[in-house]
């Protein structure tokens, strides 16, 4: 029996929503481990996320990465590289909605440091697709918190922040202040009795996750601003615009409502293209608040002696940029709806202009129909008694001749008589014939208005 095309069709959907290529990992992964982390937002995604694919293909075999220690999806791809002493280079790339990133870690048989990854002949041969949102520096370490004049000493920034995360052996202490080298460190103390391994890419994605979106919800705060202000202008002229036309748009003349209609039109145009830029922009900002509050909430971060917490720091950060985001979006939504009414209501002023004209057209029209009514039923009188009074000459001479032969005394009495009826001669004649014009442009109408459509 064959398979039904659309059941096997659904059944590979469900198979790859269950699917969770990066549990592998976790058998590769151990502590201590030195992790750089980079993420790169794209400017055109459907594109660029094909091409990150393909970049992350380059490098593993520029690192020269053994085909049988590579794993690639469409999304998401690892590979790992092995020393003959045990030390280990894992290579991860995944490709999100609006960026792709890269981890790199680095499992050294001794103790880590902060710095430059020093597997043998390591160098990342990136070129990045797109602007780079963030570089972290992550550091896991089996022993324990070193003191906090050490971690002064090796973490940049005039504040540290740490808590504990997870449980109470595991601790998390970092200055969010980039280094020499542009990278924020982490400094991830996992305690004596060491971390599950499965938890180890847990940690690094939740601190990975925080500070992508973190980052990604701050890189339009310029935008924001410049918005802001051309926003408020965008409000104060529609005020003064809304003004002007409420008082004056009662004894407007239809020039000026033109001007009006030109100048509230461009602003209109003005003001949808702001809008289209800031809702591509800013329209993913809730999700992206939403991620960094959830992350921190799974971390279950619990205080650390002698540190303020991470969340305070992250918090302070990003309180109310999703908000006010969106509020601006707001705002914005409603100027434009301001000035799709006040357009509205300018239209309609034309449209009652334009049928006031169009009602004294119809006036002048009428007029001039009953005049042409009037002009027509006096030249038909007149026609009728020009017509009469040849008929009543040819009758004369007609008369007259017959005098002349003897049929008749008196031709002149006769011509006399014969003058009433040219003239009902004169008024047949006349009535046949607007009979007979009425019925050939009716029989001419019907076959005119057929005609297109039957053909």
Partial sequence: MSQNPRQSGADGLIKKLHERPHVPLAQWLRAPAHVHYQAFRMA??????????EEFQSCLTALGVPQDSIMLRETFGYGVK???????????????????NYQIWYLPNSRVAFGPVTFPNYKFPLQPLGTEVCRLDILLSSEPLPTREQMQSMLPGPVLYGSRILDEQTSLVTSF??????????????????????????????????????????????????AIDQVYKFEQVHLKQREIISGHIAHADSQTLQRWLNSLTQDLLKTNRIAGTLHFELSASVPYDKIVHTTLASLTE?????????????????????????????????????FEGIISIIRARVDLILEGQNLALLQSVDKTTKSQVLL?????G?????????VAGLGGYLFKGFQEMGWLSNANLVSAIFVPIAIGLALAITTVSKKYLH???????????SGPTGS
């Fill in 82 to 100: 092995e020393t003959d002493n045990g030390e280990r280079l894992i290579l991860i790339w995944q490709a999100h909605t609006e960026y792709y």
């Fill in 439 to 449: 019925r050939k442009l009716s029989r001419e109408r019907p076959s005119s208005q």
């Fill in 376 to 380: 027509q039923h006096t030249v038909e």
């Fill in 177 to 226: 202040t980039p280094d020499e080298f542009d990278r924020e460190r982490y400094w991830v103390a996992l305690g004596p009795a060491h971390v599950q391994t499965s938890r180890l890419k847990e940690i690094v994605d939740a601190i990975v996750r925080i500070e992508t979106y973190y980052h990604l919800l701050l890189m339009q705060k310029p935008l924001f601003s410049t």
């Fill in 302 to 338: 619990k205080p650390l002696d002698a540190y303020r917490p991470v969340s305070d720091y992250v918090l302070s950060g990003i309180t109310g940029v999703a908000e006010g985001y969106q509020q601006l979006l707001r705002r914005i939504d409603t100027l434009r709806a301001g």
């Fill in 382 to 390: 007149l026609s009728v008694i020009v017509i009469a009074y040849y």
């Fill in 44 to 53: 055109d995604p459907p594109a660029q996320r094909r091409l990150s694919r």
